[in-house]
């Protein structure tokens, strides 16, 4: 299976069978165009006269046999191992008798690979993911330390770089992220009033709604801003529903924790920057870039946007 940029990805493929079949090139001149070798272009040309457009499709790489796939016995007592004793593969391994790395593999695909994920009394996974977009969206709140003018301490280093950081104060920014798609929205806030949460909710609801979502379920934790009177009256004006998560329990809000730590790592620090007003100009573009061309491995390698288009539910086109 072909990635999304590569050369002969399924609209490459359609471009060489068209200008071999259709148009009439040499097949020494069209993989020359497109940057392949004649025995791939033969590959393709073949496929098509064989099976059609349809025989350009990607297929799964997935061996036909697979003789040393782990039975389902030794899988059921890897998985009972681990809801019992919660124990990771290097002390699974040797208790089951198999190897460390048999173990792992079974823990991840079966979705046990993190203790963190688990219900701490059943040891069960607790993930989910919603069925269409709007059904449920996370939202919360992130501040985050302003940069001198001249650069922080990332660009000037420890010493000079901290002088009267203290006295900057801080950016606030409320995201919210859709469960099944994690099309992602940030709004940058005054500060951490109930105010602030529900104008970016708002402003997050008419932000998907133009592009074909309605909000139904809004998840936060039980921060005051969330609880107040002020946001309820927001969420009741969506017409939407209000969930707040178990106390002490942030992972059951991951999705809006994990996009947050992948803003800070990509946007906040991923490059330097010599003033605040200059990170803040990046945002943006940064949120646009996430939504249309990072790809997601829990989405399968597309983007949020490409598994927004796939998943509209019928309601809100």
Known sequence: ???????????????????????????????????????????????????????????????????????????????????????????????????????????????????????????????????????????????LGRIPDGGGHRLLGRTAGSRGRGQLGYDHFEVVVDDATRLAYVAHVPNESAASASRALLDAAVWFAERGVRIERVMTDNAWAYTSSTFGRAVTSLNARHKRIRPHRPQTNGKAERFIKTLLAEWAYGRLYRTNQERLDALPGWATYYNTERTHTALGGITPMEALLNNLHGNHT
């Open 1 to 143: 299976m072909a990635h999304r940029t590569a050369r002969l990805n399924l609209f490459g493929r359609r471009l060489l069978v068209t200008r071999i079949a259709v148009d009439g090139w040499p097949i020494a001149k069209a993989a020359e165009a497109q940057g392949v070798s004649r025995t791939t272009a033969h590959k393709w040309i073949a496929r098509y006269r064989a099976e059609g457009w349809s025989g350009l499709e990607d297929r799964s790489s997935r061996p036909h046999h697979s003789p040393r796939l782990t039975s389902p016995e030794q899988v059921a007592a890897i998985l009972r191992a681990r809801v019992e004793r919660r124990w990771g593969p290097h002390r699974l391994a040797p208790l089951l008798g198999m190897p460390r790395s048999t173990v792992y593999a079974v823990l991840a695909r079966s979705g046990y690979s993190r203790l963190r994920d688990a219900d701490r009394l059943s040891g069960v996974p607790v993930r989910y993911v919603r069925d269409h977009p709007g059904a449920l969206i996370h939202q919360d709140h992130k501040k």
